[in-house]
């Protein structure tokens, strides 16, 4: 069956196709599609057609092409948030209904660097605590986490095991989260962080990089949150002023 039916470029009818035959089963997740030859045979498209669909779809990660081997259809992400909404981990994999859990790496009480005093605007003489771990949903690895707190900041009942930094922060030290200033960063394979999570090495991480603050807007948290890209997806509504 053909897509000619409608005016529309070609490529973009290619794309809607290949998106329904997802949706419908006709192709699932981390499947490989045909060959670029039988598929623009089946589709009744040049290559070159076809081959500008593919692109755009690998753009919108629906696709993941592995050069050498083949085209798959990429896993749908299993958690999704809007950015403008300011959610703990923690809340993000409950709300997916899985069960959240955390790996512990390390920990260690360090001097601040320059950019902690900037960021916290404490004195050089400050202990900034740092915490290395994992946040797993139904056992997997998911997220990647580097926590950065003041040292006085934290109550004496604070242990390693804990979920979720945001409730620690509320319920034990008083201090409640009210906003985050966010910055996003897409990157690739890590060396490090990409085998932890378990990651083949296409598949790329996203980098939140969260100061947040307390209602008195007061720093009392830095995270460098690396996701999974085909775990995650973000999304932010933006009004015309």
Do not use: W
Not at 63 to 88: A, D, M
């Amino acid at each position: 069956m053909t897509i000619k039916t409608d005016n529309r470029h070609l490529y973009l009818q290619v794309i809607d196709r290949i998106k329904e035959d997802i949706e419908n089963g006709t192709y699932v997740e981390k499947e490989k599609l045909p060959s670029e030859f039988e598929l623009s045979k089946k589709l009744g498209v040049s290559r070159a057609t076809l081959r500008e669909a593919l692109r755009i779809l690998e753009e919108e990660n629906v696709i993941i092409r592995r050069h050498g081997v083949g085209t798959f259809i990429n896993s749908k992400p299993l958690f999704t948030s809007g950015i403008e909404q300011l959610n703990s981990v923690t809340q993000m994999i409950e709300q997916a209904n899985m069960q959240p859990g955390t790996i512990f790496l390390s920990s260690q009480v360090n001097s601040p660097s320059e950019d902690d005093v900037k960021r916290f605007k404490c004195r050089a003489s400050d202990d900034i605590f740092l915490l290395e771990r994992v946040r797993t949903a139904n056992g997997k690895p998911v997220v990647y986490c580097l926590d950065k707190i003041p040292r006085h900041i934290l109550p004496a009942s604070f242990v390693h095991e804990q979920e979720s930094l945001f409730e620690l922060l509320d319920e034990e030290a008083g201090r409640y989260i009210s906003y985050a200033v966010t910055h996003i960063e897409p990157i690739g394979y890590h060396e490090k962080i990409s085998p932890i999570l378990e990651c083949d090495p296409e598949t790329a991480l996203l980098c939140l990089k969260q100061m947040h603050f307390d209602e008195n807007d007061q720093p009392v948290l830095y995270s460098l949150n690396y996701f999974r890209a085909d775990q995650f997806s973000f999304h932010v509504v933006r009004k015309r002023l």
